[in-house]
Each structure stands twice: as structure tokens, then as C-alpha cells.
Nanobody, 125 residues
Framework: QVQLVESGGGLVQPGGSLRLSCAASGRIFTTRDMGWYRQSPGKERELVASITSGGSTNYADSVKGRFTISRDNAKNTVYLQMNSLKPEDTAVYYC???????????????????WGKGTLVTVSS
């Protein structure tokens, strides 16, 4: 009943920039904490950055100073601006969000954690 859809991935050269977007849709009352994770082949999924509904942010040490997370609460959308990209940033990037929405099956508002399907970012020359 809630979908998170990422966009903005692609191929970029080292030192380049990309901006990822993730929009939540459905019968949403509010989105709470939102974040971006990434997973490279053979590695575990890791937190890249997170942002609370009030705008407080948290970043992995490996991306501090290069990535910026932001959100538009009116659009239930979270963004990840990625600058000075490195080959080691290559991964599938996943959106994650705690969403309060109306559940038809429960006939009430519930809060659940949701994942997007991911968008591939490849940093290569």
C-alpha cells in the first residue's frame, strides 16, 4: 500500500556528481525517518545517510563532506546529492523510510518500515 520509488542512478566518471531521489506514494499520513543505504557485490548493505522528519542528518564516515541528504516533507521525497564520486561508491542504492499510512487491511493508520527496489550507481572512467 506504500511504495518507495528511487530514481537518478546511472554511470558517472570519478569526481562527478549524481542526485538520487526517492518518492513515497500511497495513502500516506506522514513519513518519519528516511535514509539511503547501499550494497556492493559481496558486501553487506550499509547506511549511507539518514534524515529525521525534523531535518537532523547522519552520514557514514566514508561519505561525509561529499554527500548531502535532504527531504521535502510535502512531497514525501528524500534526496541524496552525491559529489566527488569515487569508484568505491559504486553500488545499488536503496531508499528506506518509516511511513505512517492508512492500512485497508487494518482499517487504521499504521507505521511500517519500507524499502525501495534500488537504483544502480556506477562510478567508472
Amino acid at each position: 500500500q506504500v511504495q518507495l520509488v528511487e530514481s537518478g542512478g546511472g554511470l558517472v566518471q570519478p569526481g562527478g556528481s549524481l542526485r538520487l531521489s526517492c518518492a513515497a506514494s500511497g495513502r500516506i499520513f506522514t513519513t518519519r525517518d528516511m535514509g539511503w543505504y547501499r550494497q556492493s557485490p559481496g558486501k553487506e548493505r550499509e547506511l549511507v545517510a539518514s534524515i529525521t522528519s525534523g531535518g537532523s542528518t547522519n552520514y557514514a564516515d566514508s561519505v561525509k563532506g561529499r554527500f548531502t541528504i535532504s527531504r521535502d516533507n510535502a512531497k514525501n521525497t528524500v534526496y541524496l546529492q552525491m559529489n566527488s564520486l569515487k569508484p568505491e561508491d559504486t553500488a545499488v542504492y536503496y531508499c528506506n523510510a518509516d511511513v505512517t499510512y492508512y492500512s485497508d487491511s487494518s482499517s487504521r493508520y499504521v507505521t511500517r518500515n519500507h524499502w525501495g527496489k534500488g537504483t544502480l550507481v556506477t562510478v567508472s572512467s
